[in-house]
């Protein structure tokens, strides 16, 4: 058996022995600093990553370690309280194996989630973003020998964010009177922040907000056949008209990205609800 196979098999097998029967119909990922819609989850069952044969362990600013399981919106979930990122010394395969494992336990959307930058001049820190295509500088996860009992050799990439759940977002957002953006999202490499000429040439290409993350796993979701929601949290404006004792903080991030996570967890909530 490729071995690839076998580690994301036996992390499943291992949860399994630890959920029991209980089937998660949604996977959600959560990101810096968005932990707090899994406050939300009821019925909750806890899983560590440290736990977890073969898994890294998580070790960015606001990512606490954590597959939740429970219920929300009245569906079974599984939410990754905090995931991890190619600039934490980790390979992409390592990044996007609890996508891997959420299929294997048979997740049918996945929702994702990031704090991110607005280069969009629009954006302001509290917006929320929901992700219609992407900018993927990161590698690639699918690099190597395709694993052909997940997906094809070369997934379509066209439609990486569902339509249909775009559209229903925007309606639940209307209804539930809560501000919605929708552009395109750049990942970067990082750890490092972006400077002010990056973030000039990222809105010049298209992009309207940055981050580190999130496009491994979709890209992994999407091999995998699995209807994917984005929504980028913009915790900064990205822009590069800076004044003179500006500076980027992680930690201003996530404070950012808390104050926003209400209206983001009252969104998805809504959405799952409808599924």
Do not use: W
């Not at 399994?16 to 909750?44: C, K, M, T, W």
């Not at 993350?213 to 929601?229: K, L």
């Amino acid at each position: 058996m490729d071995p690839r196979i076998e580690k994301i098999n036996v992390a499943a097998q291992y949860v399994r022995s630890r959920i029991s029967s209980f089937e998660p119909y949604v996977g959600i990922v959560l990101g810096s600093g968005l932990g707090a819609l899994a406050d939300h989850i009821e019925n909750q069952i806890v899983v560590p990553y440290s736990e977890i044969p073969g898994f890294p362990v998580s070790t960015a600013i606001g990512h606490k370690g954590n597959f939740i399981f429970g219920t929300l919106g009245g569906k079974n979930v599984v939410a990754m309280q905090g995931r991890f990122h190619y600039y934490e010394g980790y390979t992409m395969e390592q990044v996007t194996l609890p996508i891997r494992v959420m299929n294997v336990l048979g997740i049918k959307y996945l929702f994702v989630s990031n704090a991110a930058g607005g280069v969009n001049f629009d954006y302001h820190v509290g917006d929320l973003m929901v992700i219609k295509d992407h900018i993927n500088t990161l590698p690639n996860p699918l690099i190597g020998p395709n694993m052909a009992e997940f997906g094809t050799r070369f997934p379509d990439m066209t439609r990486p964010y569902d339509l249909s759940l775009i559209d229903l977002a925007f309606e639940t957002a209307s209804k539930l009177g809560i501000s919605l953006r929708k552009g395109v999202y750049f990942a970067g490499p990082g750890p490092s922040y972006e400077t002010p000429s990056e973030y000039k040439f990222y809105r010049t290409i298209g992009a309207d907000a940055v981050g580190m993350s999130t496009t491994g796993e979709v890209i992994v979701a999407r091999h995998c056949n699995i209807p994917v929601f984005g929504v980028s949290v913009i915790t900064n404006e990205a822009h590069d008209d800076y004044a003179a004792d500006y500076v980027n903080d992680g930690q201003d991030v996530v404070v950012a990205a808390d104050q926003a996570s209400v209206k983001m967890t009252k969104l998805f909530e809504s959405i799952i609800n409808q599924l």
